[in-house]
């Protein structure tokens, strides 16, 4: 089976690809392909809060380092790991990606970006749950702690 693991280089995809690991056979994934997806005509650009070298350059330079952090977390787990960056809207990029791949689940983080972005943007999990091709596993935040 192939998985695509989505990310918005947010710290909550980087838990949902260690989600992902925490559970399933290695065995029965034939490859893990990491997504990024870049808005070339976004007014904010791609934000890596997952590398520890995080770079001043472009989106791409960001979405590639956030790409690989997170192929880094399936280093030596088993299945292939193949590095994706894509340009275009996040939900419909990780759909056609699915469908290019002929995934068999997507793993994508809810609520990565923040409620703000969720209201004035749309959810991409969301969206990408209602049309994929394929089971989608949405993987939350931890629930905060009350003081």
Known sequence: MHVIVATDGSK??????????????????????VVAVVRPLASV????????????????????????????????????????????SAANEIIKAAKQYDAGLVVVAAGGRGLSDAVLVGSTAQRVQHYAPCPVLVVRPAPRKRK
Do not use: M
């Open 12 to 33: 909550q995809s980087l838990a949902a690809a260690k989600h992902l690991k925490s559970f399933a056979d290695p065995t029965k994934i034939t490859e893990i392909s």
């Open 45 to 88: 650009a791609f934000a890596d809060d997952v590398s520890e070298n995080r770079l001043d350059g472009s989106f791409r330079d960001a979405a590639q380092s956030a790409v690989d952090t997170i192929a880094g977390v399936f280093e030596g787990w088993g299945p292939k790991v193949s590095k994706r960056i894509r340009s275009g």
